[in-house]
């Protein structure tokens, strides 16, 4: 009974969505030539053909060196834009976007070539009716000294994004690793968020430090937390986020942690559906919501209430919040 067009109308709230992973072939493709980058394909369909992937690390090892394209602030800013065209596209009214420093720094981009372009495309995105805020996430899978030096030369450009969060490789990387980063990051008025996977041994373990120890107000994926009665107690009465990207979960979960996610809504806990990485996981927010609604029968009361619980669980005021809630 839910229709596409009923999905793509609803205003929504866009909260896991890494912009690089909004890089599009055909985009990808015209940054090489013109910044001289060489990717080892040349036609739109061999570029198609190497996002091919079967779990994160075989992703990130396509996804990470794709970034090379990306090489002065007009291309970030060009990045940015056209997914904000998606978003506008898709009613997203808001949305909070994530970016790895790291995977720019590590290969020579200066701190403010990517944050002056993202930041930018956030601010001419206001005449698209879209909202777009910035969340710089950690690298896991890097050091600590890497995330700290992050922070560092983030600070000159503090006002420029709301919060922090913590991507790429889970295994033998703990929330805990980065403490002192969320510690610090949150004295500096930061919002905090992280991701947490359902394939992970010790998830739960993540989960609990995420949310009992660091005081994280999200949890990007992590919708496992089914598995622990206490903790769903927990979420449910702080009014935790947990966003989970229904395509983007096709590649681990066939079954897109749908049953999670309907016990999770009848339980009252704050979960709601992203897109993760669109350009690589087929699809953009609203064939997320479609994927999940069509494969699980979602009511019109469901799909309702996760975008209700997306805008409830973003970083806007509460006066802008009640606009749409
Ligand atoms: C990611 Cl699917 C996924 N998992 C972890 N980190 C990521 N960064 C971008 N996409
Ligand atoms: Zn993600």
Redesign the pocket.
């Known amino acids: 009974e839910v229709t596409k067009e009923f999905i793509v109308g609803m205003p929504k709230a866009e909260l ?1 969505l ?1 912009i690089e992973g909004t890089l599009e072939p055909e985009l990808k493709l015209k940054l090489a030539q013109k910044n001289h980058v060489d990717i080892g394909q040349t036609t739109i369909e061999e570029v198609r053909a190497s996002y091919q992937y079967d779990d994160l690390a075989s992703f990130l090892a396509v996804y990470y060196p794709a970034m090379n394209v990306l090489q002065t602030e007009e291309d970030f800013y060009d990045l940015a834009m056209e997914y904000l065209h998606h978003a506008a596209e898709n009613n997203v009214r808001h949305a909070e976007i994530f970016f790895d420093p790291q995977a720019h720094t590590s290969r020579g981009v200066a701190f403010e070539t990517f944050i002056n372009g993202l930041y930018r495309a956030t601010v001419d995105a206001r005449a698209l009716h879209v909202d777009a805020r910035l969340i710089m996430c950690f690298l896991r899978d890097l050091s600590r000294e890497s995330a700290r030096k992050t922070l560092e030369e983030s600070l000159p450009y503090r006002d420029k994004f709301i919060g922090v969060g913590l ?1 790429s490789d889970e295994h033998n990387n703990p929330p805990m690793k980065f403490f002192n980063q969320f510690t610090q990051a949150e004295q500096y008025g930061l919002h905090l968020t992280a ?1 947490a996977d359902i394939d992970q041994k010790d998830s739960i373990e993540h989960i609990r430090d995420l949310l009992e120890v660091i005081g994280v107000e999200r949890i ?1 994926h992590g919708t496992n937390i089914v598995e622990d009665p206490d903790l769903v107690e927990y979420a449910a009465k702080h009014h935790i986020g947990f966003t989970t ?1 229904p395509l983007s979960n096709t590649f681990v979960r066939p079954e897109m942690k749908g049953p999670e996610v309907l016990e999770l809504l009848a339980k009252g806990v704050k979960v709601s559906a992203h897109s ?1 990485d669109p350009a690589y996981f087929g699809g953009y927010i609203s064939d997320n919501y479609y994927a999940l609604a069509d494969a699980f029968n979602l009511t019109k009361e469901q799909v309702v209430t996760l975008a209700r619980n997306s805008f409830e669980t973003s970083w806007i005021s509460d006066e802008q919040k009640a606009i749409y809630i």
């Open positions: 896991h890494h991507d991701h990007d990207c993760d």
